[in-house]
């Protein structure tokens, strides 16, 4: 068997797995990265393609310029079941070219230094000492087995986890991914038969009916072409998401061409928190596989950056201090809850509260502004629902004798208060770990319930 020996090995070349590439390629560390798929095909994966512009200013990535990038996005239209409120959200993003954008990161990586193999699959962990070691790959190029030996593996292989989840289940970092902590998302890009009114704003069109927990999206990617699709919530014995796909197409998307299909295809996008860690003893693990999506919009591209800037650290801090350990990466949990965990887990919340809305209840809330776009717009950057407008609004509700869920959004505000506060004290050495994370899922199954 064909052996090799590196200071990292990275395995998946999606936005995360390219973005720690491509951070990495700026050090001296030898590193080698891994994608199963054939070069052309890396960053190919179902999505909408959109990102805000600030995930890249705030992480020095450079922006998608070219054929990366699509169109210049706005600001988002989010539209009530009924369609009569839309709330406009503005904020520049981009609309990029996943695989051209990714493809750029990977190619600068290597010209800086980093080794990539494509075709090539980790089949699994090499572990001693408790501690992972590298990984047996598989390269369909050559047909060869390797061994490769690594300080640091990082696992970066989106929602199939097919890493991590071949680790012992000692290892904190096999969290798996409850069915209804999922939505199955579907999209297509066509074009449109005709030019697309106010094409720098993105749609968004909240229905319970047409995709229930989650929406259906228009993502326009120039004046004459246009990523449609929905997310549904998984494990809730949903009919297939093609059926709310073709019954609902018309009226979502009236103006495309279905004869002028460019991609299409469906996956899964976390809804959750991240995992409780996203390092232990010789690994890391970032991206769809570390559940860093947004809860709310299933936005994951951004915040997939964020954690491969947050282990990019961690995994030079470990280099200084020669400590590969849990506790030698533990400063990437720190960054990454910093910057996007912790919103994360007061947005799990209240997405749990949200995918329970009926229609009527969310034409309502939006109509009524019981949470206005502000609020929405504020708990989507900080994971904090301000609550002063709708406490006014909630008599109202009650004199109305509406209280039905949208009652409760005092509770799910005070919940999400609660949660936020328990990841500021994310404890400081990873033996604290397990006690920490009872706490959390303690909130999680109270809030459950306080939502029954
Ligand atoms: P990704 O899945 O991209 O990459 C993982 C890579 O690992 C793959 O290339 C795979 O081949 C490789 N791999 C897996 N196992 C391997 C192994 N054992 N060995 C070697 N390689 C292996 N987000 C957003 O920001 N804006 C949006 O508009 C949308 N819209 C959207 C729509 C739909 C339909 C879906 C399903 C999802 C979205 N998302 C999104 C989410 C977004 O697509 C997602 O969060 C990121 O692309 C995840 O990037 P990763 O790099 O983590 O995984
Ligand atoms: C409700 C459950 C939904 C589950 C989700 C399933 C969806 C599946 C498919 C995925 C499609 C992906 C679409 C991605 C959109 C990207 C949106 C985006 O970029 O949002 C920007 C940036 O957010 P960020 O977190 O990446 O960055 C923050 C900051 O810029 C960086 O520091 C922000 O825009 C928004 O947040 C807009 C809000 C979108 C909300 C979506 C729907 C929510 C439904 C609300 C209903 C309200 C009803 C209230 C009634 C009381």
Redesign the pocket.
């Known amino acids: 068997m064909k052996k090799g020996d590196y200071d990292v090995l990275i395995i998946g070349l999606g936005i995360a797995g390219a973005s720690l590439a491509w951070k990495l390629s700026q050090t001296n560390l030898k590193v080698l990265a891994i994608d199963s798929k054939p070069w052309n095909r890396f960053g190919d994966k179902p999505c ?1 393609d ?3 512009k ?2 890249f200013d ?1 992480l020095g990535m450079p922006y998608p310029q070219g054929k990366e990038l699509e169109e210049k996005v706005e600001g ?1 239209k ?1 539209y009530s079941p009924d369609m009569k409120t839309v709330w406009t ?1 503005k ?1 520049e ?1 981009f609309e990029i070219d996943s695989p051209n954008y990714v493809q750029r990161l990977v190619r600068e990586a290597k010209d800086r230094g980093v080794e990539v193999l494509d075709l090539t699959t980790a089949m699994k962990p090499i572990l001693s000492n408790n501690k992972v070691e590298g990984a047996v790959l598989f390269n369909r190029r050559t047909n060869e087995m390797m061994e490769i030996k690594a300080k640091i593996t990082v696992d970066a292989t989106g929602y199939s986890m097919s890493f991590r989840s071949k680790l012992p289940f000692e290892f904190p970092v096999t969290e798996s991914l409850d069915d209804r902590d999922a ?1 199955v ?1 579907y999209r297509e890009v066509l074009y449109t038969k005709d030019d697309i009114e106010d094409y720098p704003y993105l749609k ?1 069109f ?1 229905t319970q009916k047409a995709s229930p ?3 259906w ?1 228009y993502f326009p990617k120039g004046p004459n072409k246009v990523n449609v699709g929905l ?1 549904i919530q998984g494990g809730m014995g949903y009919p297939s998401i093609h059926e709310f796909y073709t019954k609902y197409l018309n009226y979502y998307a009236p103006d495309v061409d279905k004869e002028r299909i460019i991609v299409k295809g469906g996956a899964l ?1 976390p ?1 959750r928190r991240p995992l409780a860690t996203i390092v232990w003893d010789g690994i890391a693990v970032i991206g769809d596989s570390a559940f860093t999506v ?1 809860p ?4 994951g591209k ?2 997939a950056m964020i954690s491969a800037y947050c282990v990019g650290k961690a995994i030079l801090n470990a280099f200084e201090n020669n400590d590969f350990s849990a506790k030698g990466l533990w400063s990437a949990n720190e960054c990454y809850i910093e910057r996007y965990g912790a919103k994360q887990a007061s947005l799990d919340l209240f ?1 749990r509260f ?2 329970r ?1 009926s229609d009527d209840e ?1 034409n309502y ?2 109509n009524r502004r ?2 206005r776009e502000e609020d ?2 504020e708990a ?2 900080s994971g904090d629902l301000q609550l002063s407008t709708a406490e006014k609004a909630m008599r109202v509700i009650m004199a109305l004798g509406k209280p039905s869920l ?1 009652f409760k959004l005092k509770t799910v505000a005070e919940y999400m208060k609660k949660i936020k506060e328990v990841y500021r004290h994310f404890p400081s050495d990873p033996k604290d770990l397990m006690r920490w994370k009872s706490n959390v899922d303690a909130i999680i199954l109270d809030f459950n319930n306080a939502l029954e």
């Open positions: 909408g959109a990102i805000s600030e995930h705030n988002i989010l959200v904020g993003g939505d998302a968004i909240i927990g989650g929406y999206w997310g996008v809804t947004n709310v919009h299933g936005g951004g915040s997405r949200l995918q809305l969310i809330g939006m019981v949470i929405l717009l989507s950057s949208l």
